[in-house]
C-alpha cells in the first residue's frame, strides 16, 4: 500500500535550518510528484512548493523563493524538504503528499505530519 | 494568488443532521477543487476531487458539487466520525491554495 513516512520533531534555533525527509513506498516513486504543505497551530494549510520525483524539477511558492529548497534521492524514493533561516513563525506542522504529474490531480496521500518548532 | 474562502467556519450539528459546506473561490478554476477532511493531530484525509469525484473508500453520504467560483460539499447525513474539520483546496493555478477551513462539532 501506498505510504510516506517522514522523519521525526525538530526544535531549532531562530536562523537555523531544518531538513526533513519523506520516505515513500507502495508506488513508482518517480511517477508522481511530492508537495510540501504547512500547518501553524490552528492554521490553516499553506502550500509551500513540489518537486517532480520524475526529472527532479522543484517549483517553490514565492512566499518561501530562496528560504526552500525540496530535492529528491530516486534510489531511496524520498523527498526532502530544507528550510533555512527559520524564525518562531516557521513553528508548524509539515506534511509531505503525493500528487500526479498530469492533469488536476489531488493530494491523494499524505506523510503523518512533522513538527518543527523554532525557539530560542 | 487565488483565495479560496470558506463558511460558515464553524458549525454545530448533531447526528443525522444534512450539512452544507461553502468555498467561493476568488476567480475561476474550472473544476480542480478538492476537499480534505482533518482530525485532530492527523494529516489531511482527500474525500472528493475534481469537485465531485468521491475517493475510493471515502462513504457515499460524501458528496460535492460546483464549478467556476462556487462549490459545496454536502454530508447527507452526519455520522459521530464526521466531526472534524473539512478544507477545500484550489488546484487550478498555482500557488495551490487552501480555504480557511470548516470546524464541524458535535451540537
Known amino acids: 500500500q501506498v505510504q510516506l513516512v517522514q522523519s521525526g520533531a525538530e526544535v531549532k534555533k531562530p536562523g537555523a535550518s531544518v531538513k526533513i525527509s519523506c520516505k515513500t513506498s507502495?508506488?513508482?516513486?518517480?511517477?508522481?510528484?511530492i508537495h510540501w504543505v504547512r500547518q501553524a497551530p490552528g492554521q490553516s494549510l499553506e502550500w509551500m512548493g513540489w518537486?517532480?520525483?520524475?526529472?527532479?524539477?522543484?517549483k517553490y511558492s514565492q512566499k518561501f523563493q530562496g528560504r526552500v529548497t525540496i530535492t529528491r534521492d530516486t534510489s531511496a524514493s524520498t523527498a526532502y524538504m530544507d528550510l533555512s533561516s527559520l524564525r518562531s513563525e516557521d513553528t508548524a506542522v509539515y506534511y509531505c503528499?503525493?500528487?500526479?504529474?498530469?492533469?488536476?490531480?489531488?493530494?491523494?496521500?499524505w506523510g503523518q505530519g512533522t513538527l518543527v518548532t523554532v525557539s530560542s | 494568488d487565488i483565495q479560496l474562502t470558506q463558511s460558515p467556519s464553524f458549525l454545530s450539528a448533531s447526528v443525522g443532521d444534512r450539512v452544507t459546506i461553502t468555498c467561493r473561490a476568488s476567480q475561476g478554476i474550472s473544476s480542480y477543487l478538492a476537499w480534505y477532511q482533518q482530525k485532530p493531530g492527523k494529516a489531511p484525509k482527500l474525500l472528493i476531487y475534481v469537485a465531485s469525484t468521491l475517493q475510493s473508500g471515502v462513504p457515499s453520504r460524501f458528496s460535492g458539487s460546483g464549478s467556476g467560483t462556487e462549490f459545496t460539499l454536502t454530508i447527507s447525513s452526519l455520522q459521530p466520525e464526521d466531526f472534524a474539520t473539512y478544507y477545500c483546496?484550489?488546484?487550478?493555478?498555482?500557488?495551490?491554495?487552501f480555504g480557511g477551513g470548516t470546524k464541524v462539532e458535535i451540537k
Open positions: 503528499a503525493r500528487r500526479g504529474l498530469f492533469g488536476e490531480a489531488p493530494f491523494d496521500y
Open positions: 507502495g508506488y513508482t516513486f518517480t511517477s508522481y510528484a
Open positions: 483546496q484550489q488546484l487550478n493555478y498555482y500557488p495551490l491554495t
Open positions: 518537486i517532480n520525483a520524475g526529472n527532479g524539477v522543484s
